[in-house]
């Protein structure tokens, strides 16, 4: 069972989910499976084939047990579940989408090329990961030996599920690898592009321009119909495009502690107190009644909470102050000792932490042994390179430096304050077993330990019950958004709003785990009430919420209707920019110059220098791509224009053209390719993505 062990201390999932993430985990067995395509428990189709929720469900819990073994964790928190469901789809959809593209290709992994990269000479990185001795940063290849002749004896299966595991990311890895290297291997770059680019990046150019912003065109000077409108949205679809959303009004019903539970609280805290005050041992007493936690350092006055500073300090052991109300809990605060202790030491340890062939019997031993050489005159420092596991420590002879009480593991702190200065001795912690010295200690001074017993104001059962009757009773009452709007403006609720919601969101903002509430609204019609199994209240935390769907939004292109507003902008724009080209046109007929054209456009000539065919913008113009390609491409002394550009319209004349030879061709090919290659991975898995029509259905279920 020790590479188990290994597995768990070195993390070796993160390493693998992560950052070999790309590649994941296979699901070849998707590929023979059926399922109804139109069964509603189908989580996806991609590339015509459908999978079932069930299918997903059971590789997805492999990978969370898996998860779990690797990390030595009997429970995964939501978070790191949520990062496993979305690392599995997106494996899912990687297996699906290039399995055809395998097959028709002929991409395989041999059986020996699996045993190269567990035993070969091309060590897969995971391989390596796994059996790699930290201490001389060689392969073990006689435990990857060994590993693969005992895995399957694991009684529990867990050595041989989690190799398949790994075996699977390894041959995954490796077909996408052959996949990419064939794609980048097939894009060239020609000399005559080469040469072409070079051109583009050496040359560079001198204008005047004569500019005038759209800005400055009135409304009133312009006019545009529905037909206009129409018109632009038609030829401009693409700009339009939108993901699928919804949006929302709702009001919430929050759950607040009422005089009642109030009373009940404070009656609480004034019956304990009296015992409080009589019991003996303070800790045990906060342990077994108080709301917080109990906290066993000695604190300096202007380390105690505000409120108790002058209290505390000036009072005798065992006064009690309150009850008071802080921080939504009604206290009481108990001296529970005074003393005159440092507020700080100094010390060094030795951190033993136990291998895979020792046993705690065995690191006591050993620390017997090291206190024994210590006290004995061994060189601390030389004993603490050789054996401490505090490798930030070691570099200072095994100094810890200057701490206070809290500022270590308890176990450590207490020890170490209450050693003698040069004396040895051992405490245990989370961290391992620590032979510690305290070397200095500062000056003593007057400390107090207070115990804080409280009980938190909250909501009872019965607070919870009469807000979920009236949430009931308004749902009950308005069963349409008019009725909605009309008891919200007669009742005077807050209403709320929650808008361009997308299917998978996780949040929404005040609302606590929301994601029942988003699955329901896309569900639910137009100005219907939200519902789940048929009940119109969500109780998020605190919160029970009733709302309505009021918008709309499905995947496409947005209905003219909806971009209306937007459309009527960019065609004022569009309008404006043709306005000022008609009088720059009509003054180009009189005039060929520059100079002659501004005077009339009651403007001036700008000037720009140096601009190439990669110039981001243009000085007294901005961020003018037109602009720039315009006088990267005409002739010297020629006027070019009117070019409707961004947010201007210009006219310029080239007045210089040179050529930077820093960059020739040959070398621009290379760095060409190279970038055709860097994209190849991402771009060209994209594009199959794209055609394998994806519909992604996991927000019905998660």
């Known amino acids: 069972m020790a590479t188990l062990e290994k597995i768990r201390k070195r993390g070796v999932l993160l390493t693998v989910a992560i950052g070999l993430g790309l590649f994941g985990f296979?699901?070849?067995?998707?590929?023979?499976?059926?399922?109804?395509?139109?069964?509603?428990?189908?989580?996806?189709?991609?590339?015509?084939?459908?999978?079932?929720?069930?299918?997903?469900?059971?590789?997805?819990?492999?990978?969370?047990?898996?998860?779990?073994?690797?990390?030595?964790?009997?429970?995964?928190?939501?978070?790191?579940?949520?990062?496993?469901?979305?690392?599995?789809?997106?494996?899912?959809?990687?297996?699906?989408?290039?399995?055809?593209?395998?097959?028709?290709?002929?991409?395989?992994?041999?059986?020996?090329?699996?045993?190269d990269m567990v035993q070969g000479e091309n060590i897969h990185p995971i391989i390596q990961n796994l059996f790699t001795n930290p201490e001389t940063g060689e392969l073990n290849t006689m435990a990857v030996i060994r590993f693969l002749k005992t895995?399957?004896?694991?009684?529990?299966?867990?050595?041989?599920?989690?190799?398949?595991?790994?075996?699977d990311q390894m041959i995954n890895e490796r077909l996408y690898t052959k996949y990419s290297n064939l794609i980048s291997k097939g894009l060239y770059t020609t000399t005559a592009e080469a040469k072409a680019e070079v051109n583009n990046i050496n040359k560079k150019v001198d204008f005047d321009f004569v500019i005038q912003n759209i800005n400055t065109i009135p409304d009133s000077l312009i006019a545009y119909n529905t037909s206009d409108l129409k018109s632009f949205y038609n030829e401009h679809q693409n700009e339009y495009k939108q993901e699928a959303s919804r949006s929302i009004e709702y009001i919430t019903f929050d759950v607040v502690p009422s005089e009642a539970d109030k009373k009940?609280?404070?009656?609480?805290?004034?019956?304990?107190?009296?015992?409080?005050?009589?019991?003996?041992?303070?800790?045990?007493?906060?342990?077994?009644?108080?709301?917080?936690?109990?906290?066993?350092?000695?604190?300096?006055?202007d380390e105690l909470p505000e409120t108790l500073q002058d209290e505390m300090f000036n009072a005798e052991e065992g006064y009690i102050y309150g009850p008071y109300f802080e921080n939504d809990a009604y206290l009481l605060a108990k001296l529970s000792d005074v003393a005159y202790v440092p507020d700080s030491i100094k010390a060094r340890h030795i951190l033993l932490q136990p291998t895979q062939n020792q046993n705690s019997n065995q690191i006591f031993a050993l620390a017997d042994s090291l206190v024994n050489l210590l006290e004995k005159g061994a060189n601390f420092a030389a004993l603490s390179d050789q054996y401490s596991?505090?490798?930030?420590?070691?570099?200072?002879?095994?100094?810890?430096?200057?701490?206070?009480?809290?500022?270590?593991?308890?176990?450590?702190?207490?020890?170490?304050?209450?050693?003698?200065?040069?004396?040895?001795?051992?405490?245990?912690?989370?961290?391992?077993?620590?032979?510690?010295?305290?070397?200095?200690?500062?000056?003593?001074?007057?400390?107090?330990?207070?115990?804080?017993?409280?009980?938190?104001?909250?909501?009872?059962?019965?607070?919870?019950?009469?807000?979920?009757a009236k949430a009931s009773k308004f749902a009950g009452n308005n069963h349409t958004y008019e009725e909605f709007l009309q008891a919200i403006n007669e009742e005077g609720y807050a209403k709320k709003l929650a808008s361009d919601i997308k299917e998978f969101d996780q949040q929404l903002a005040g609302l606590e785990n929301p994601r029942e509430l988003i699955r329901s609204i896309y569900t639910t019609d137009k100005h219907e009430i939200i519902k789940t199994e048929n009940n119109p209240i969500f109780e998020l935390g605190n919160r029970f919420v009733i709302g309505f769907v009021t918008d709309i939004k499905e995947e496409g292109i947005a209905p003219f209707e909806q971009v209306k507003t937007q459309l009527a902008v960019q065609v004022k724009k569009q309008k404006k920019a043709e306005y000022l080209a008609s009088k720059f046109n009509e003054a180009?007929?009189?005039?060929?110059?520059?100079?002659?054209?501004?005077?009339?456009?009651?403007?001036?000539?700008?000037?720009?220098?140096?601009?190439?065919?990669?110039?981001?913008?243009?000085?007294?113009?901005?961020?003018?791509?037109?602009?720039?390609?315009?006088?990267?491409?005409?002739?010297?002394?020629?006027?070019?224009?009117?070019?409707?550009?961004?947010?201007?319209?210009?006219?310029?004349?080239?007045?210089?053209?040179?050529?930077?030879?820093?960059?020739n061709a040959e070398m621009q090919q290379a760095q060409t390719m190279m970038q055709y290659q860097n994209r190849a991975n991402y771009e060209a898995f994209e594009a199959l993505k794209e055609e394998a029509n994806i519909v992604d259905k996991r927000a019905k279920f998660y």
């Open 588 to 663: 180009l007929s009189e005039i060929n110059d520059l100079e002659s054209l501004a005077d009339k456009l009651n403007t001036e000539v700008y000037e720009a220098t140096d601009i190439t065919f990669r110039s981001y913008s243009v000085p007294n113009a901005g961020v003018e791509p037109k602009m720039v390609a315009v006088a990267t491409s005409v002739n010297a002394d020629e006027i070019a224009g009117p070019v409707q550009g961004a947010n201007n319209v210009f006219v310029l004349k080239v007045t210089s053209i040179t050529t930077d030879e820093a960059l």
């Open 264 to 301: 009940a609280t404070q009656e609480w805290i004034n019956d304990i107190k009296e015992d409080f005050a009589n019991t003996k041992d303070d800790e045990d007493f906060v342990s077994l009644n108080s709301d917080f936690s109990y906290d066993d350092f000695y604190l300096k006055k």
């Open 26 to 115: 296979i699901f070849m067995d998707f590929f023979n499976s059926g399922g109804s395509r139109n069964s509603q428990f189908e989580i996806a189709e991609i590339a015509g084939k459908s999978i079932p929720l069930q299918q997903y469900q059971r590789e997805l819990n492999d990978i969370i047990e898996i998860n779990k073994f690797s990390s030595g964790k009997s429970s995964l928190d939501e978070a790191t579940v949520q990062r496993i469901r979305t690392q599995t789809w997106n494996q899912m959809v990687r297996n699906y989408v290039m399995v055809d593209e395998y097959d028709e290709l002929g991409i395989d992994v041999s059986s020996q090329e699996l045993w």
């Open 389 to 468: 596991a505090d490798k930030a420590a070691n570099e200072k002879g095994g100094d810890l430096g200057w701490f206070r009480a809290n500022e270590m593991p308890k176990s450590l702190s207490d020890t170490a304050f209450s050693a003698k200065i040069g004396e040895y001795k051992m405490a245990a912690s989370q961290y391992g077993l620590h032979i510690v010295q305290t070397t200095k200690k500062s000056n003593k001074e007057k400390k107090v330990k207070v115990a804080i017993i409280g009980r938190k104001l909250e909501p009872s059962s019965t607070t919870y019950q009469e807000t979920y």
């Open 151 to 167: 895995y399957d004896q694991d009684p529990t299966g867990q050595q041989k599920a989690y190799w398949l595991f790994v075996e």
